[in-house]
């Protein structure tokens, strides 16, 4: 019988609670002054190829500006994906918990989520992923779940 060596987490709705896209989208259209569905479609055209790391933020924005026929993007586009995501999303310390309990136990805790180079970067300054071994983010490995590659 093979005995269990890891447990894999994914981060949203796991450790970590994220606000509803729809209130990023709303940011979004708010800032960029335009309608919340139009920002709606634009983003998830766009998004998949953030998750997949295909483009960077500059041309994801930059694609976004270009579709939603914008002149310029507002001042602070930079800050969009990550200004309500760090105000809203919310740390479950009783699943990390979990996970040091299971690092005390000789379990490895992979971490595998589909995700965007901006979220990666602010969980890294917040030393989220401290537990997780390996790391595998669909913006960096090119492929979102439940893709079969």
């Not at 709606?40 to 483009?55: A, M």
């Not at 379990?107 to 589909?114: A, C, D, R």
């Not at 180079?117 to 997780?132: A, D, K, S, T």
Request: aromatic share 10%; glycine share 4%.
């Amino acid at each position: 019988m093979a005995s269990i060596k890891a447990v894999i987490f994914d981060c949203g709705g796991v450790f970590l609670h994220n606000p509803a896209l729809e209130i990023t989208l709303q940011d979004i259209a708010t800032s960029c002054q335009l309608p919340y569905e139009k920002t709606e479609r634009i983003i998830h055209e766009l998004l998949p190829n953030l998750q997949r790391g295909k483009c960077d933020e500059e041309p994801f924005w930059e694609g976004f500006r270009t579709r939603a026929g914008l002149a310029q993007l507002p001042e602070n586009y930079c800050d969009l994906w990550t200004r309500k995501y760090l105000q809203l999303s919310r740390i479950d310390d009783q699943t990390l918990s979990l996970v040091e309990e299971l690092h005390r136990y000789g379990y490895k805790t992979p971490v595998l989520s589909n995700t965007i180079p901006p979220h990666v970067r602010v969980n890294r300054e917040r030393n989220l992923f401290r537990l997780f071994e390996p790391e595998i983010f669909s913006c960096d490995i090119g492929w979102r779940k439940p893709e079969a590659a």
